[in-house]
């Protein structure tokens, strides 16, 4: 089964008021800090990168993703990280919380062996045009959905780090180029909206020359 | 897990860093032209004159409200938000709503959100997707000549420096 994240919310439809607050707490409970704690402590314990960290919470059930709270997220995620590096069993979990404890599904990419080598120099100088290169990965990305086949304009060139769908999936890394492309909204909606540009921070392999 | 992590980490992010940080910022770039052109050409150097860095600010990048700019910062795919300058995002921001809305339709959520700009103003919607962190630099409002630093930073509000508000 290779499907898109159900994180990747950029663009979906049907969503109400954003529920916006001037201000609020930073935690709305305790439990939501000692989640926060746990992720961080279990992800540190397992040695957990970044992409491997972010893509442990994209792995929820949809449902379970879309109607829980940011910290039941990073909760479900610190659980999945322990069962799945052995620390602890989904059993001896479920036992200590007295029921049902949903972890996040399997991960579906191979583990990467071979991440190629890092790319020094940009392929993309501020200015050129560029397209958005198609794929549908059963991994790890941070290229985001909305913008996957569109074209854009490098707009800043930023610093060369590490491939998010490489790290993610093993000890492997490669590092390359990222940059922020400006899309014009109209074009990624067909919807004629006027003076709306949106900016996406890429890595140089999701990129090809329009 | 280590003896008083939680705690650390709760006190650290609900007392020590927040937005106050980054009005200090904003401040200091309205008050000094010069610092707003370090500022604005390398964001993480120019906060670090404030003494302000780390996680989640690495690299920072500034972007400037005009009268016919406006900024709006958003993460689709999770909750990226310039933590040193800004401190924790607020849940609305983390939320499904305001991730899949800002990149479709932002002038629309904008005005609903109460900050409601004409078709000549351009929006740009910055997705933080990769490892750079945004902070908007909001204009300036008017009748602010001859404050001082710490009175304009009085002024700056933590949405007008995610883009949801204007001062």
């Not at chain 1, 994240?5 to 939501?32: K, N, S, Y």
């Not at chain 2, 607020?90 to 900050?115: F, S």
Request: aromatic share 8%.
């Amino acid at each position: 089964m290779l499907v898109d994240g159900i994180h990747d919310l950029g663009g979906m439809q049907g969503w109400g008021a954003v529920g916006h607050t001037p201000a609020e707490p930073v935690f709305h409970h305790r439990w939501e800090a000692v989640a926060r704690a746990l992720l961080v402590v279990v992800a540190g314990a397992v040695q957990a990168s970044g992409g491997e960290f972010r893509h442990s919470i994209e792995r929820m059930e949809p449902g379970h993703y879309l109607t829980s709270s940011y910290y039941e997220h990073w909760l479900t995620a610190a659980a999945t990280l322990a069962v799945e590096h052995r620390l602890v069993t989904g059993s001896e979990i479920e036992a200590r919380a007295g029921g049902r404890f949903p972890l996040s599904g399997p991960v579906l990419a191979p583990p990467v062996v071979d991440a190629g080598p890092d790319v020094g120099t940009p392929r993309f100088a501020v200015g050129d045009r560029v397209r958005v290169r198609d794929w549908h990965s059963p991994g790890h990305t941070r290229c985001p959905g909305y913008v996957r086949g569109k074209t854009g304009t490098v707009v800043r060139l930023d610093g060369i780090h590490s491939v998010p769908d490489i790290e993610a999936h093993g000890a492997a890394r490669r590092h390359e180029p990222t940059y922020s492309v400006r899309f014009d909204a109209a074009e990624l909606w067909g919807d004629g909206q006027r003076g709306v540009r949106v900016h996406v921070d890429l890595w140089d392999s999701y990129l090809e020359p329009s | 897990m280590p003896e008083g992590f939680i705690e650390q980490i709760t006190r650290r992010y609900e007392s020590e860093i927040g937005p106050l940080n980054g009005a200090k910022v904003v401040a200091r770039a309205w008050a000094d032209p010069e610092y707003k052109m370090r500022l604005l050409a390398d964001g993480t150097a120019g906060i670090a004159e404030l003494g302000f860095g780390g996680p989640e600010g690495d690299h920072m990048v500034v972007v400037e409200n005009t009268s016919i700019v406006h900024n709006v910062i958003v993460c689709t795919l999770c909750s990226c938000y310039p933590w040193p300058v800004l401190g924790l995002p607020p849940a609305w921001y983390k939320d499904p709503p305001y991730r899949a809305r800002m990149v479709r339709e932002p002038r629309a959520l904008l005005a609903e959100i109460g900050c409601p700009l004409p078709e000549e103003v351009e929006i740009r919607v910055w997705d933080s997707s990769a490892e750079v962190r945004y902070l908007v630099l909001p204009q300036r409002p008017p009748a602010t000549e001859g404050m001082t630093e710490a009175e304009l930073a009085a002024l700056v509000t933590r949405d007008s420096m995610i883009g949801v508000a204007r001062l």
